[in-house]
């Protein structure tokens, strides 16, 4: 399975995580700091919960720390993967509200903790164009460069779960 969409001119996140609104994190795998080389990023105790959708050995959370993974490739997603996103975000939003330090990771923090964070924000009251505004503005103008991924939050994923099992 394909994991992740080969960006040729997409510039590496400059930071491991940014926070985009009070509690909720987005983030990577690897980073690239200004001036340095792609960087691995590894999770220690920073956060209460970190929801995983993409993993790689080594890179955390430390021992203790409560880790959910839920992984999906960034390209068209399955019903069954959709069903994932929606869950990750639910539980994200649920953890925010309760004052959890929450970081949604994927491999450069980019598309699929995007479309996991832009759904927590809806489900934090926001509406999907502030949502995403929001994951760009505050991580990257690259974040959610996935049309696909737009595309869904845009549809609302019950929706997209469903057109999606019609392919299928």
Known sequence: MRTRQKERDTPGPSEPWNEIV???W???HYCT?????????IVRREFDLVVSLFTLPGHGPAP???H???EVPDEPL?????LAVQEAAELTAAAVRRGRRTLVRCHSGYNRSGLVVAQALTGLGHDVGEAV???RERRSPWALNNPVFTDYLDTGLDVAMLLAGLNG
């Open 22 to 24: 009070t509690g909720l």
């Open 26 to 28: 987005m983030g990577g």
């Open 33 to 41: 700091p200004p001036g340095g080389e792609l960087e691995p990023v």
């Open 64 to 66: 203790g720390v409560e």
């Open 68 to 70: 959910v993974v839920r």
């Open 78 to 82: 399955s019903p069954g993967q959709l």
């Open 133 to 135: 505004r929001l994951v």
